[in-house]
Structure formats: structure tokens, C-alpha cells
């Protein structure tokens, strides 16, 4: 997405890492793309973890700055952090932490969150406190496409400022949404300027709770 050049590493070998969901009517799914199916999820369990590769972690030790997001809370960030000892070499890094807040809500997954219910899932689930920053798109998106996000059961992920800050999280806005492909997504290039932007002014500056 914002089209870095380097090594690409996957969290975890060939080994299984399963997500399970309770549904409202108390069976339990492990399929991807039942989570969003529109169940009611009321509870999100891991059933099995997977082992890091040993080039993850050194990545995540050597960082100078880590961005977690964007993507879809549950199967595609979440996975990530269960594996075995990463959430925590993340939590332990001295590196800028920044998340990404998705700029529309999932069906099915994340739908109702605000932007501290992400966070609080991320932190609950892993168990630690991962990054000291929050990073959410503040460019106004098109009515139409509002509308028809809203006709999905999606919409734009409310930023609730003050629980943010009680999560002791620092929350940063930029215009980093885009819909010129007639869906709306992160920008790359808007996305990448901001992040840059942020480490070199933030990179020295921590937020406690």
C-alpha cells in the first residue's frame, strides 16, 4: 500500500492460526469469510496459536518505527499480534508506534466500533499496550458513497477523542482517505507523507495513560 522497498515478512510460517467467533445463536465459526456474513459476533476467541518466524522478531527489535493497520481488525491485523511472543516484542520496542484506524466500519466484524473500541481490542487481545499513537483520516467523504457504505451496515469509524486519550493513546487526524477507485481506502502517498511526517515530529515524544 504505501509502497515501501525492503523485506516482506509473514508473522508465522506454515503453521495454523484459528480465529473463533460466537454467533448470537452459540455456534462457533472458524471459516475467514463467515465472520462477515452479518452474524451477530459477541465473542471473538484464538483456539490455536502459531510460532513467529525468528526474522520476525528480529524486524520488529530492529524498527525504528512500526505501523500496525490498515485492515480488517479481527482476520487481518489480530492474527498477527496471536502469534506467539510478537505483541509482545512490539509492546517492548522502543520504536514510534503508530495504528492506523480504519476509515469505515467492517459488516459483520467491527460494526457500531468507535475508534477506542479498536484500540481496546487490540490492547485486550494481545494483552499488551502496543503504540502510543492513533492515526485517523480526517477528509470528508463523499455523501453518495456514505449512502451507499450505510446500505451495507458500514459507516465512517467515530473518533471518540476522550476515550482514546483514557487508553492513553495520542490521537493524530489527516486527510488520508481516498475513493478514486470508487471505494474508500487508505491514499498510499497521502497515507505514506503522514507517517513520515508524524515519525520525524513525534518520534521522540511518548504518551502515558
Given at each position: 500500500m504505501m509502497r515501501l522497498m525492503g523485506a516482506v515478512l509473514v508473522a508465522f510460517g506454515a503453521a495454523w492460526l484459528g480465529l473463533t467467533a460466537a454467533a448470537e445463536l452459540g455456534r462457533k465459526v472458524r471459516r475467514l469469510e463467515q465472520l462477515s456474513i452479518g452474524l451477530e459476533l459477541l465473542e471473538r476467541e484464538l483456539w490455536e496459536r502459531g510460532s513467529p518466524l525468528p526474522?520476525?522478531?528480529?524486524?520488529?527489535?530492529?524498527?525504528?518505527?512500526?505501523?500496525?493497520?490498515?485492515?480488517?481488525?479481527?482476520?487481518?491485523?489480530m492474527p498477527n499480534l496471536l502469534t506467539e511472543g510478537v505483541a509482545a516484542a512490539v509492546a517492548a520496542s522502543d520504536a514510534f508506534k503508530v495504528y492506523v484506524l480504519n476509515v469505515m466500519t467492517q459488516d459483520g466484524e467491527t460494526e457500531g466500533y468507535t475508534a477506542s473500541d479498536h484500540i481496546g481490542a487490540?490492547?485486550?487481545n494481545s494483552g499488551e499496550r502496543l503504540f502510543d499513537w492513533c492515526l485517523a483520516n480526517d477528509r470528508p467523504i463523499p455523501e453518495r458513497?456514505?449512502?451507499?457504505?450505510?446500505?451495507?451496515?458500514?459507516?465512517?469509524?467515530?473518533?471518540?477523542?476522550?476515550?482514546?486519550?483514557?487508553?492513553?493513546?495520542?490521537?493524530?487526524?489527516?486527510?488520508?482517505?481516498?475513493?478514486?477507485?470508487?471505494?474508500?481506502?487508505?491514499?498510499?502517498?497521502?497515507l505514506a507523507r503522514e507517517l513520515l511526517r508524524l515519525y520525524r515530529e513525534k518520534s521522540h515524544t511518548r504518551v502515558y495513560g
Open positions: 526474522q520476525v522478531l528480529e524486524a520488529i527489535e530492529a524498527a525504528d518505527m512500526i505501523v500496525l493497520g490498515p485492515g480488517s481488525l479481527y482476520t487481518s491485523i487490540l490492547f485486550s458513497l456514505l449512502e451507499r457504505y450505510g446500505a451495507e451496515g458500514a459507516e465512517p469509524v467515530r473518533v471518540d477523542e476522550e476515550a482514546v486519550s483514557a487508553l492513553g493513546v495520542g490521537l493524530l487526524r489527516a486527510p488520508v482517505a481516498g475513493w478514486a477507485s470508487g471505494y474508500v481506502r487508505h491514499e498510499p502517498e497521502d
